[in-house]
């Protein structure tokens, strides 16, 4: 089993920035890739970015630029840096890891609004 943790989330004017962090615990040994998607009320879920463990990486058109993620394999974390957040931003972000399977987070909340 894998615990997925998701942490930073938050209320940000347009034009700010938040860090979201995922930590994994549990019983992991190597974790694959890892990633965000993200979900807005209405709205299909999205994905935003990934990286593998070697740290290549592959991001949503939608936020090109803007965000970038990051692992720690040594803390088996990821992290999403999001730098000039749009109003179509907000959305419950759910941070993914693959350990055999996939194993997704609770998620946290992102609210964009001035």
């Known amino acids: 089993q894998v615990q997925l943790v998701e942490s930073g989330g938050g209320l940000v004017q347009p034009g700010g920035s938040l860090r979201l962090s995922c930590a994994a615990s549990g019983n992991i040994f190597s974790i694959g890739t890892m990633g965000w998607y993200r979900q807005a009320p209405g709205k299909q879920r999205e994905l935003v970015a990934t990286i593998t463990r070697g740290g290549i990486t592959n991001y949503a058109d939608s936020v090109k630029g803007r965000f970038t993620i990051s692992r720690d394999n040594a803390k088996n974390t990821v992290y999403l840096q999001m730098n000039s957040l749009k109003l179509e931003d907000a959305a419950v972000y759910h941070c993914?890891?693959?350990?055999?399977?996939?194993?997704w987070g609770q998620g946290t909340q992102v609210t964009v609004s001035s």
């Open positions: 993914y890891a693959v350990h055999g399977i996939e194993y």
